[in-house]
């Protein structure tokens, strides 16, 4: 929780989240950019952010301590993702009957 790499994923939550919710405040509320009571939608914002921000934290210690996910990432090398990608699209070809 204490590297770098941590704060980096946290912080892109964050401004994820809090975009997502910028959007909705206007998609749903079918609101004007003039009729926005801007003091509601920074406090909308702001508190989806941290809630994003208390979400990475608590995840922290679910799987890996370095990262803000609640899952567990497998991460394959580029070669070996390359080859999965090669061996399953030529196996669906032949499954498929044109090979």
Not at 28 to 39: F, N, S
Not at 60 to 74: E, H, L, R
């Amino acid at each position: 929780m204490w590297t770098k790499e941590f704060w980096k994923q946290t912080l892109e939550r964050a401004i994820k989240t809090a975009a997502q919710v910028a959007l909705s405040f206007w998609v749903v509320g079918q609101t004007g950019i003039l009729d926005v009571d801007w003091q509601q939608f920074w406090s909308i914002v702001g508190l989806s952010a941290i809630a994003s921000v208390l979400t990475s934290l608590v995840g922290s210690g679910v799987n890996d301590a370095d990262t803000p996910s609640m899952v567990k990432i497998q991460h394959i090398p580029n070669a070996e993702l390359d080859e999965h990608w090669h061996d399953e699209v030529h196996r669906k070809w032949r499954e498929s009957g044109e090979g």
